[in-house]
């Protein structure tokens, strides 16, 4: 009598669906079954996409007859008789009713005696008792997709009723193509990922040349203004130089007339020396007067030569001129990379506390105590702490943004956004965890001194600075940890008319 149902070989079973099971009166010719040609030629199909699956995948399968096992496959394990005491023999069937498998010899009484009859037999099997029902120990022959377990007949009519169930065979053919596409998918996906790392690869190189370029223009402009600060301190220390030459010349001129004077007075005094002292009265003051006529009187120039004045004036000038270089310098490159780092920010509404109430764009949060709104429930909504957070986060590289604050008790920070946001724990809050890291609590900021707070972080080196913005930005906090994830701004008005404004850097 031929076979009425196809048994559901165990190659490739997926986990928790069973093979089928053949009636015992159906299994008496144990010939070998005719296959269908159409089930031929889409196994060959089935067989051919795995064959190019794992030419993707760099590994080859076995061959459907047999002949070669692919390095993965678990090695055949032979089902013996369980009614041969000694020397057991190659089993030839497995009944499922009394779970046992029976050689040729020991089957005969299932072939020949019509007790019999009712008993499944199967091809041998291992582990029977899991491709039984315990309950009805009837076969596993239907497979529940609700439950997503095999059950037999009885179950699919009692514990089972409204589900869907299948076939066992119609199951696995169902998931073996699920499954054959996820492959697919996994594929596609490992050559994409593979793809994205050569590209990756290339970008790494592309972005080392071009920094090499841009540090090397860099090196060059510095050097070039250190050339012209040097050239600069050399005109510099000329003029200062000649200054002193010129004093210098002007005390070598003096000291020189002074020795001419000296040269003329020594004189002088020898002709005084000279004068007739015992001479009469008449002839002394003659010769005194013949001596006044030609005396030349003998002036002193002053000797001191002051350029205290004139180096302090230029000595104000050169401080005033390089700080003036100096602060140009700063807050030119200052603004500029306040520009490159600069992040654009907006709060988050669905994470705003019912007393807060955000405009101009979700770019200004107020604190409207005691007038709270009619937000919706959200999860990512702050339901104690009055608190919101910015949609976007802050993660990899560097970023500065800065916000203006208005009233004592405005807190800002950053901060995972894993944190709570429904509970009263202070752990809620970005100055109560480990995971925050806030301005405003142990470090206050003083409103009246700086409206505006800049924040700047970079990521990769794990700090995190707070500035005092004015004219120029002042260090006020500094963090310096290890970021594990992506960080989130946050800002906490706790008092009421607090102001928090996010603006663009330079505004």
Not at 33 to 47: I, L
Not at 51 to 59: S, W
Request: aromatic residues 8%.
């Amino acid at each position: 009598m031929e076979n009425t149902e196809e048994g559901i070989s165990p190659k490739k079973m997926p986990e928790g669906i069973q093979p089928g099971m053949e009636n015992h009166q159906e299994e008496t010719n144990l010939a070998p079954e005719s296959k269908d040609p159409k089930e031929e030629a889409t196994k060959s199909q089935e067989e051919e996409e795995e064959d190019q699956i794992d030419a993707c995948n760099g590994t080859t399968n076995a061959s459907t007859n047999g002949t070669t096992n692919s390095p993965t496959d678990p090695p055949t394990v032979e089902v013996t008789c369980d009614s041969c005491m000694e020397n057991p023999r190659p089993a030839s069937k497995s009944c499922l009713t009394c779970q046992v498998s029976y050689c040729e010899e020991h089957l005969r009484p299932h072939l020949e005696n019509s007790k019999f009859q009712t008993h499944k037999l199967v091809e041998p099997q291992l582990d029977m008792e899991l491709r039984t029902c315990p309950h009805h120990h009837l076969d596993l022959e239907l497979y529940c997709t609700t439950d997503s377990r095999c059950i037999c007949a009885s179950c699919g009519s009692e514990g089972h009723h409204g589900h869907s169930i299948v076939p066992i065979g119609e199951a696995r053919k169902q998931i073996e193509g699920d499954l054959q596409q996820k492959q697919k998918e996994m594929v596609k996906k490992l050559s994409a990922a593979e793809q994205a790392i050569t590209k990756l690869q290339g970008n790494t190189e592309s972005i080392e040349s071009s920094v090499t370029g841009v540090r090397a223009e860099i090196e060059q402009q510095f050097s070039d203004l250190q050339a012209a600060v040097e050239d600069a301190q050399k005109s510099t220390l000329d003029v200062l130089e000649g200054e002193y030459k010129q004093a210098l010349g002007q005390a070598e001129s003096i000291q020189a007339h002074i020795e001419q004077r000296i040269t003329e007075l020594k004189k002088t005094m020898a002709q005084v020396e000279r004068l007739p002292r015992k001479k009469n009265d008449v002839d002394f003051l003659q010769e005194y007067t013949e001596w006044r006529k030609g005396l030349v009187d003998v002036c002193l120039p002053g000797v001191y030569i002051s350029l205290i004045d004139q180096l302090d004036t230029f000595s104000r000038i050169v401080k005033e001129t390089t700080k003036n270089l100096c602060e140009q310098l700063t807050s030119t490159y200052s603004a500029q990379l306040k520009e490159l780092y600069a992040s654009n920010l907006t709060f988050n509404p669905d994470s705003t506390h019912k007393f807060l109430r955000l405009t101009e764009d979700n770019r200004k949060a107020s604190n409207t105590t005691p007038w709270q709104h009619n937000y919706p429930d959200t999860p990512d909504r702050f339901e104690h702490w009055r608190q919101v957070m910015t949609c976007e986060s802050l993660y990899l590289g560097r970023h500065y943004f800065e916000v203006e604050l208005t009233g004592e008790g405005a807190y800002l920070g950053l901060t995972y956004k894993s944190i709570e946001r429904k509970g009263q724990e202070s752990s809620s809050c970005i100055t109560g965890n480990d995971f925050s890291w806030s301005f405003g609590g142990k470090t206050p900021v003083e409103v009246g001194e700086f409206s505006r707070i800049g924040l700047y972080m970079d990521y990769e080196k794990g700090l995190l600075a707070f500035y005092g913005v004015d004219d120029t930005m002042n260090l006020l906090h500094m963090f310096t940890t290890n970021y594990l994830e992506p960080l989130y701004p946050v800002f906490w008005l706790s008092k009421k008319d607090n102001k928090v404004v996010l603006v663009k850097p330079g505004d």
